[in-house]
Structure formats: C-alpha cells, structure tokens
C-alpha cells in the first residue's frame, strides 16, 4: 500500500533520497598514518597532515581503497578503475586545511542498487547513484567553555564511504529499511561498524514532497541525522512541513536544515550549496587513482556471504521459515552464532533456542550476541544432551538457566544437580504404580471414559520424579498398566 499524505489541497506523495555518510574500518586515516580508534583523547591521534601543516603531503590508503570496493561490489555496482580526489573548498572551523579531499566527477564506484524488504512483505529496488571517498572533519565542542570553542582533530582525515541513493524511496519506512539494509551489509562485509551512537554511521535526508505525476519539486536535505528511527521521524517531519509550506501559497527553498529530535521538527540551517558554490577541483597532490583489475577480482573472490544469501541458504538448505531466516541473519555476528550451534544438529531445534531462550537470557542479562551468557559452544553440547536421552526438554530448560547464572558447561550442571533423565523403565514404573493407587477414584474415572485425565496421571508421575523421567517412556508405561 503505498504512502500518502493528505493535505488541505488533496493527496501528496513523499520523495526521498538518502547520502549515507559511513566510516571505514581501518586503523589508519585516509591520508595518513594516525589512528581511528574512537574514544581517545582529544587531539592524541593527529598527524602533520591531519594538522593541515605546510608542506604535508597525502598519501592514500590502501585498505581504505579496497575498502570501498569491497562495499561497492557487496552493492552489485560499477567499480570505477579509474577515479579521481578532488578539493571541495569552504570555510570547516575543524578542518585545519581549509577544503575537504572527497571525489566528485569521478568516483570509485558507480551505480548500483538495494533490495529492501517492507513490513507487508512487499520488496522494492531503491538505486545507488555513486560510492565515493572523502575525509571527515573533525569535532567542534561548545560545550568545554563559556565563551570559545574546542576543537578536536581526531576525527579529522578519518575515511568515509559517502553512499548516494537515488530518489526512489516513497515513506518513512522505505527510508528506515533502506539505511537498515545498508548498514547490514557493509556489517556483514567490515567496512564500516554501522555504530550509529559513535557517529561511525549518519545520514543526510533529502526530501521533497509533490503531488501524484508531478515531477520533482524542490527538495530540502536534513544534515547528519544519526539513527534510523530519527531519520524515519525527519522524513514525516519536513514532508508535512513542505506541503504546508506549498499550501499556504509559498515556495520550498532548497535549503540544508537540522532535525530537532526533542520538538521532531526540522530547522533552518543554512541555504543549499550547489556543486560549483564547492569550487571542486582536482587535488594537484594527488594523481588519478588507477586500479588493477586483477586486484578487483580478488576482492570480489574474498566476499563473505552477504545477508539476503544466507537467508536464502537458511530456507533452502535447513528448512527454516522465511521470517526466522529474517531474524538469524540480521546481525552477523547471530548468524555465525547460529549456524555454530546448528552444525551437525537439528537447525529447526537450534533456531527455536536460539531466538527463543537464548534471545531471553541477552535482554535479561543487559548483554550482546558477541559476549554472550552462553557460547554457542556450550548451546550445541546442551542440545545433544537432549538428542541422547540424558535431557527432557524440560530439564534442558532447567539446566540452560543454571549454564547462565553459572556460565558452566551443561554437562558439568547435570553431574552437580543430578539431572539426569531417568530412562530406567523400572523406576519409572515404580513411580507410576503409586500415583495410580494414590488416585484410584481417578483411575476408575478414566476407564469410564474420562480419557483426558491421562495428562493429569503423567504430570504427577512426572512430580513425583522430580521432572527427571523421560516423558515418552512414562506415557508408555502409563498406557501399559491403564490399558
């Protein structure tokens, strides 16, 4: 169903473009050697370059570059084996140079496209228009002293993968799947974290509003909003805003505003440059970056699985449901976990423990799929505990929730608590002889015809084993000495 707005006037459709701004993981900057660790001190991870000093010359990284190509190919896009740096010049308070290094004319990597998946199921291909590499800035801070700013230059020089969609996402929500799709696939190849919180992964939100078969109108682009769900709510904002704006009998200046996420509406920033207010040129320190071919390929070869494969895998080859194939392969970090507990066991077993009990013990211990309560490890050697007999199901439950609060291994809890399943067909008869006779009345009931107090003949066996007989043995002893 597609995403409407009604107005004064009648129906408005909403036009979203998305530049994703996506810091690559690399220990070094994009033209220089010092480090990108987040979280140091200010100003400790800054070279002469980053310091724009006289006379410093950039050199670029190689990881970096490949970097970029890697995301480039896990997009299905055009690898440029020719590109070019140049300089976009204006005034950065935090960029001791004076102009960014970034690519315009010519980029890295061309075009390319994003399947996202709807909430109603429904699919839609939204284009990448480029991928290019340019350097970040670094960080103002107000906030150190009443009347002068700080600046840090840590940041400044850091690689960034600028993503640029095409203008095909419709609503909210298409804009909110698409920056999750793409910040799952640059997870899943390792060129950029996605750590919306540290800044590693932000966006500028381009939108324009018209009315059906109208061409484009104006758009307004929403600078450096850092969470999906705040970009969601600035598509909303600054849509409803525009059509109020048309409706009133104004005009939609292009402009760059700010999402005020308290209040959730935008504001004014400044007017939109176009590219020649940026005076682009090509950066003389720089030659064309001229790529081998071969070298392309190799990276290529070297892609891990990407999410809508696994997923496909995961239906196809462990007969899992499209929606908990959905679920698994999310993060990848879940998806290996799985797929470890799952090997050589029964994958529909191996996922209902995993989004089910283990999912559980990760919220109510405040604690993530990288260092979790239980390893995969550890999961795995619980449900082959089940597989042998040694576990009911119900057991294992009890013995999952003791591997959490002890964080030992199931085996060694089954020997200290003594829970083993009893199989021994003797004992359990034993047992049932006496709930039997405790319940004599019962018993004459059910052979009167009262047979759904079988369940109630086996739960009390089962109590008065303490949970440790093997429920299937039981019901057969059960009908043995009822029948």
């Known amino acids: 169903m597609s995403y409407t707005i009604e107005g004064s006037t009648g129906t408005w459709e909403v036009v979203v473009g998305l530049e994703v701004h996506a810091q690559v993981v690399s220990r070094s900057k994009l033209f220089s050697g010092a480090a990108t660790a987040f ?10 370059v980053d310091a724009g000093f006289p006379g410093m010359l950039p050199v670029p990284n190689r990881e970096c570059v490949a970097q970029a190509i890697r995301t480039g190919l896990g997009l299905g896009a055009e690898i440029h084996l020719w590109s070019r740096f140049d300089r976009k010049n204006y005034f950065y308070a935090d960029l001791p140079q004076g102009y960014q290094i970034s690519q315009y004319a010519h980029p890295i990597v061309g075009e390319g496209a994003v399947e996202i998946e709807l909430a109603d199921g429904a699919r839609k291909r939204v284009g990448i228009t480029r991928l290019h590499l340019e350097q970040d800035a670094g960080k103002s801070l107000h906030d150190q002293h009443a009347t002068k700013s700080y600046i840090d230059l840590n940041r400044s020089g850091v690689a960034l993968m600028e993503v640029v969609s095409e203008p095909d996402m419709r609503s909210p929500e298409e804009a909110g799947a698409y920056l999750t799709k793409l ?31 109208e061409g484009f109108r104006t758009r307004c682009e929403v600078k450096n909003v850092n969470s999906i769900r705040f970009v969601m ?19 939609v200046e292009q402009e760059t505003r700010l999402f005020d996420t308290a209040r959730g509406v935008t504001r004014s920033m400044r007017s939109k440059e176009e590219a020649h207010d940026y005076r682009y040129f090509p950066d003389p320190d720089l030659p064309p970056l001229v790529l081998d071919a071969g070298w392309v390929e190799e990276l290529r070869a070297g892609l891990p699985e990407l999410p809508d494969a696994r997923r496909a895998r995961y239906q196809r080859d462990f007969g899992l449901s499209a929606y908990d194939a959905h679920v698994l392969v999310l993060e990848k970090e879940t998806a290996a976990y799985f797929e470890e507990v799952a090997r050589g066991r029964d994958p529909k077993l191996a996922a209902n423990w995993v989004m089910g009990d283990l999912f559980a013990a990760l919220n109510r211990t405040k604690r993530g799929i990288e260092n979790p309560p239980v390893s995969a490890r550890d999961l795995g050697a619980l449900l082959d505990l089940m597989k042998d007999g040694t576990l009911s199901g119900k057991l294992a439950k009890e013995v999952f929730e003791a591997m959490v609060e002890t964080g030992k291994p199931p085996g060694a809890i089954v020997e200290e608590r003594g829970l083993r399943q009893v199989t021994d067909t003797g ?31 086996v739960g009390q066996v089962m109590k008065a084993m303490a949970g440790k007989g093997n429920p299937a043995l039981v019901n057969d002893v059960l ?3 009822l029948g």
Do not use: H
Request: net charge negative; aromatic share 6%; proline share 2%.
């Open 479 to 481: 009908k043995k000495l």
């Open 233 to 251: 709510q600035a598509v909303e904002a600054e849509a409803r805003r525009q059509i109020e704006v048309w409706e009133e009998g104004g005009t």
């Open 427 to 457: 004992a359990i008869e034993a047992a049932a002889k006496a709930v039997l006779e405790a319940n004599a009345d019962k018993v004459a009931d059910y052979k009167g015809g009262k047979e759904k107090l079988f369940g109630f003949f």
């Open 39 to 48: 979280g140091a001190e200010p100003n400790t991870q800054v070279s002469l």
């Open 183 to 213: 910040r799952q696939i640059m997870r899943y190849l390792g060129t950029c974290d996605g750590n919306m919180d540290e800044g590693s992964l932000r966006a500028d939100v381009n939108v324009s509003v018209r009315k059906p078969g």
